[in-house]
């Protein structure tokens, strides 16, 4: 299995730009995660999907932010448009539905300039 | 919300020493996780433990779960220079539902 695979792996934008980030979970799980880690506040978890649905999106900063999984293979997170607080790495992981063992992908590191 | 104090924030060793962190939590948490990150990488999971008082081995690492439920330890015996990178400790309160609620990260350094 080629495991949880984001892209792009590095992304820098101009404030105001819009951008997406994207996911392709491990074949067969059934939850999907997105995270953002900083400096200051560590791995933070923005939302999270389960059978394609989203179930918490408390931890979204704000309405500039938007998740979508249109299919069990595909997830993707947009900011619009972007602020230069939103650099940071930006992470999806994706786990069974029978643990809690999250897997994670290499990660996005978004620079807004 | 939820918050894990994890600590040491780093730690400074030599080459062959043991390793010590731990982390606790201000409420239960039902699972705990012990995951590394290296550089431009995602975190990897390590030792996934499950129940209260459970201790669990994955070759020199070693992980615990506390019996309040509150807090978990890891060590690392006769630390190699591949051992450095950044440790984080991860509860889960759910029956399985939620998201992982993460520690700030032990970072480990290793002097040849």
């Known amino acids: 299995d080629a495991g949880v695979i984001q892209s792009p792996r590095h992304e820098v934008t101009e404030m105001g730009q819009e951008v997406t980030l994207r996911c392709k979970p491990i074949?067969?799980?059934?939850?999907l995660f997105w995270y953002r880690q900083t400096m200051m506040r560590g791995l933070e978890l923005l939302i999270y999907f389960n059978n394609n649905v989203p179930i918490d999106d408390s931890g979204m900063p704000e309405d500039r932010f938007s998740a979508k999984m249109p299919n069990a293979s595909f997830s993707t997170l947009k900011i619009q448009p972007s602020e230069p607080r939103d650099s940071a790495v930006y992470f999806c992981?994706?786990?069974?539905?029978?643990?809690?063992?999250?897997?994670f992908g290499q990660g996005t590191r978004l620079t807004v300039v | 919300g939820q918050q894990l104090n994890q600590s040491p924030q780093s730690m400074f060793i030599q080459e062959g020493e043991d390793v010590s962190m731990n982390c606790t939590s201000s409420?239960?948490?039902?699972?705990w996780l012990w995951y590394k990150q290296d550089p431009g990488e995602g975190p990897v999971l390590l030792i996934a433990l499950y129940k209260a008082g459970e201790l669990t081995s994955n070759g020199r690492l070693t992980a615990q779960f506390g019996i309040t439920r509150k807090d978990s330890f890891l060590n690392i015996s006769a630390s190699i220079p591949s051992d450095v990178g950044i440790y984080f400790c991860a509860g889960s309160s759910g029956g399985g539902a939620d998201g992982l609620t993460f520690g700030k990260g032990t970072h480990l350094i290793i002097q040849p």
């Open positions: 992981a994706s786990r069974l539905r029978s643990n809690t063992e999250a897997f």
């Open positions: 409420s239960i948490f039902n699972t």
């Open positions: 074949s067969g799980h059934d939850y």
